[in-house]
């Protein structure tokens, strides 16, 4: 990996760290752990991303420790830029499977986006956009409220969409602008609406808001089988930065 390329995903990787913060971190020898009750893998892994010196199998040992303590099993979010550089093939060896393949895109959103007649932003977070989320995503109670500690731990400005059909929420969205950064998460549409353009809608909406607050770009994160978001992403000219991916040992 280039260095240009090391520190495009050095930059998108933090930025994804605040705008999803986790209840409870910690830096160990160049790693952040992060753990917000279980909810979201990303939210709840070590990060490896930074410099190790310790010998790593008493490293990788501590950190199922910390996780074990928690009642959590142990994950590790990889990119191709983890240090030490074979921590995954070490993950691996120690059992470790491989889940949730994520593709992380960009887009120049300069001159880019128009608002919705259907969608509403607000930069306050609300129980009803809270709901309305839980709603939509099967959220439990439980980590609905976890969800609302961690988006309220968000140092920076936020745009809470909603997609309305007369008084009804159909869709929701979350974008985050941090500094010239834009990143798009959890665009959802009701199933009984889907195809209809709503998420191309939600799309256009979060880039004129970004561009509003100051962002000339935007990034998100999607899954490897996401084929209908990938049709969508790709026709708005969204491009492939990077993976990243889950190493996950069970609890023993």
Not at 132 to 154: G, H, Q, Y
Not at 171 to 186: K, R
Not at 216 to 236: E, G, H, I, R
């Amino acid at each position: 990996m280039v260095v240009g390329q090391q520190d495009l995903v050095r930059t998108i990787e933090t930025l994804s760290y605040k705008a999803l913060p986790a209840l409870e971190r910690r830096y160990y020898d160049g790693w952040l752990l992060r753990y917000a009750n279980g909810y979201t893998r990303r939210a709840n892994s070590v990060n490896p991303i930074y410099g190790s010196h310790e010998d790593i199998d008493l490293k990788i040992s501590h950190c199922e420790v910390l996780y074990k303590h928690k009642g959590r099993p142990t994950i590790f979010k990889m990119t191709n830029n983890v240090h030490p550089a074979d921590l995954d093939k070490t993950l691996a060896d120690k059992g470790y499977h491989r889940e949730a393949e994520t593709g992380v895109y960009t887009l120049s959103i300069i001159g880019q986006g128009k608002m919705a007649e259907s969608v509403q932003i607000n930069s306050r977070l609300t129980d009803a956009w809270v709901d309305d989320f839980a709603r939509l995503n099967n959220v439990s109670d439980e980590n609905a409220l976890t969800l609302t500690r961690m988006l309220k731990l968000i140092p920076t400005t936020c745009g809470f969409l909603q997609v309305l059909d007369g008084d009804s929420v159909i869709g929701v969205a979350l974008g985050v602008v941090d500094e010239t950064w834009v990143g798009v998460f959890d665009v959802v549409v009701d199933n009984s609406y889907r195809g209809q353009g709503y998420g191309r809608a939600i799309m256009q909406s979060l880039f004129a808001w970004g561009v509003a607050q100051g962002a000339d770009t935007a990034y998100l994160q999607m899954q490897a089988d996401n084929t209908v978001a990938d049709k969508l992403y790709q026709s708005l000219g969204f491009q492939h930065q990077y993976n990243y991916w889950y190493r996950v040992k069970s609890l023993g």
